[in-house]
């Protein structure tokens, strides 16, 4: 089991950073000047697989019903993603970055309407069954709008091509790093179960262990990969990353278990089966669900 997860977990690793060292090459001035496109597209096709996983979780089977929820899931990130189009977002624009999240949301609410009224026969099998799909749709994209919306918002900090790109590197590095040290130490010293109900796998040692780890990752991130890397020289006081480690960490922590709440509520162990040993994409990016927007306000406040 630890040897497939680690080959996932790798496997994930190497294609995000050949990802990322394209996007930033993309983002610089005297090539295309527009930070992000790479990151948007991936992220609308994996909020596309992470719609289709969500449909499965609560045994929808039926095709149409998979395809409408990836593809309002789709919608609603590229939508969300629509300021990465400018080399220099405006200002002064009235629905700013984060009403295009917003307007994705909507945009996913009306297209399950659609899917739902080309379908409809006239009437439900099971009153109330039309209502039901829908709202799992419109909750799904606001659930998904908490990570895949702060994607551009995060790449496009003081439009700096480098600093979007740290900012990315630090929330997922801090939030996987600490996942890591949840594990090991619940592995090897978690004997108090933190919430056995919906997580009986996740011990209170482990959930204590994570700051650490977490903190240990932003660290690395903002003093090392930031200025060997990329040139850039973060202006961050030692408590900020401290601050920002174990902040982003509990929100980490927390998103982990809402997505194990909705396992339990759907009754399945694992949201699916694409990554060996880690189960499926939302099982991977749970726990950047909460954290993308606490990380984005701690970059963003002075």
């Known amino acids: 089991m630890l040897s497939r997860r680690l080959a996932s977990a790798a496997v994930l690793i190497v294609g995000m950073i050949l990802l990322i060292r394209v996007d930033f090459w993309l983002g610089t001035p005297t090539v295309w000047g527009r930070p992000g496109i790479i990151l948007a597209l991936l992220s609308a096709a994996v909020a596309a697989v992470c719609g289709i996983e969500f449909s499965r979780m609560w045994k929808e089977q039926n095709r149409q019903t998979a395809r409408a929820m990836a593809g309002a899931a789709a919608t609603m990130s590229l939508i969300a993603s629509v300021p990465v189009l400018w080399r220099e977002y405006p200002i002064d ?31 439900s099998t099971v009153p109330g069954e039309v209502a039901e799909r829908i709202g799992r749709t419109v909750f799904m994209a606001g659930y998904l709008a908490m990570l895949f919306g702060f994607v551009a918002p995060l790449r496009s900090i003081e439009q700096n091509n480098a600093l979007g790109l740290v900012a990315i590197i630090c929330l997922i ?120 927007p606490i990380s984005y306000l701690l970059w963003v406040v002075h």
Do not use: N
């Not at 295009?100 to 379908?119: D, N, P, Q, T, Y």
């Not at 990969?225 to 601050?243: A, E, R």
């Open 93 to 123: 624009c009235p629905i700013g970055k984060f009403g295009w999240s917003i307007a994705g949301v909507i945009a996913a609410m009306l297209l399950a309407f659609i899917v739902e009224g080309r379908k409809f026969k006239g009437h």
């Open 173 to 292: 590095a801090t939030v996987k790093m600490s996942d890591a040290c949840a594990y090991f130490a619940g592995k090897s010293f978690g004997t108090v179960k933190l919430a056995p109900s919906i997580s009986p796998g996740k011990t209170l040692q482990g959930t204590l262990a994570a700051p650490v780890g977490g903190c240990l990752a932003a660290a690395i991130v903002v003093y090392i990969v930031s200025p060997l890397i990329f040139g850039l020289t973060v202006d961050k006081p030692w408590w900020w990353v401290l601050l920002y480690g174990v902040l982003v960490t509990s929100a980490g922590v927390l998103g982990d278990l809402a997505e194990s709440l909705l396992k339990r509520d759907a009754s399945c162990k694992d949201s699916g089966r694409m990554l060996p040993g880690l189960g499926g994409i939302l099982d991977v990016l749970d726990s950047l669900i909460f954290a993308a």
